[in-house]
């Protein structure tokens, strides 16, 4: 099995490269983890995972300047259904728009937009501090996710962003945060999956979780 992590140039990839080739070595079949701009990679490669930080409109360009790589990734995930997942802006980037200075469209791959945090009231009536950085809470939706197998409801897992996926259709929700909203922290479909935190920083929670991707088979 090989997984393909995708470089757009859009941050550093050392961190999930790294969380991914330590659970790989976990795994019962021990797959190979590249980090690649290559769109042909992604036809080898039988997972593919996209990252992202920054802002939705520049990690949109970012992909789009790749050659090829937004067809790739259109024929290998939703056409040949192969298993995909999402990191924080790459989460993001599955939604039908992201509204961040002005409105920019996404994959439109979930129906709905990514919109600003309303982190209103937090603590003693006082507005939180935007972006929500840090550890926070996982709230499972009734109906678990085989990714999040094994995650209690309520671990701690890390968080940084300003805006947040909110989908069209709720079942498309498997877990949500409490910061002064409730805010979607991961969402799924079929064969794709998408975190806002970022389980590559997320200790325990998130290597299990990345395992988890590894075994999955939608």
Request: hydrophobic share 40%; net charge negative.
């Amino acid at each position: 099995m090989s997984v393909a992590i995708i470089d757009y140039g859009s941050g550093n990839l050392r961190s999930a490269a790294k969380a991914f080739a330590w659970a790989a070595v976990r795994a019962e079949h021990t797959p190979e983890v590249r980090v690649t701009a290559d769109p042909d990679d992604l036809a080898s490669a039988d997972r593919i995972v996209l990252p992202g930080v920054g802002a939705f409109a520049d990690c949109m360009s970012g992909l789009e300047a790749v050659s090829g790589l937004r067809e790739a990734l259109q024929e290998q995930v939703i056409r040949r259904g192969k298993p995909f997942l999402g990191i924080c802006v790459g989460m993001q980037l599955m939604a039908r728009s992201g509204h961040e200075h002005g409105v920019t469209d996404g994959l439109s791959w979930l129906p709905g937009g990514v919109v600003e945090i309303s982190p209103w009231p937090g603590e003693n009536g006082k507005r939180l501090k935007v972006p929500h950085m840090g550890w926070n809470q996982l709230v499972m939706s009734s109906h678990r996710h085989p990714v999040l197998e094994g995650l209690d409801d309520g671990c701690h897992v890390y968080f940084v962003h300003s805006f947040h996926m909110r989908p069209d259709a709720p079942d498309h929700i498997v877990a949500t945060t409490d910061y002064g909203e409730s805010v979607t922290a991961a969402v799924a479909r079929d064969n794709i999956f998408g975190t806002q935190f970022h389980p590559e920083k997320s200790q325990a929670a998130g290597l299990r979780l990345i395992s988890n991707f590894l075994a999955w088979r939608p």
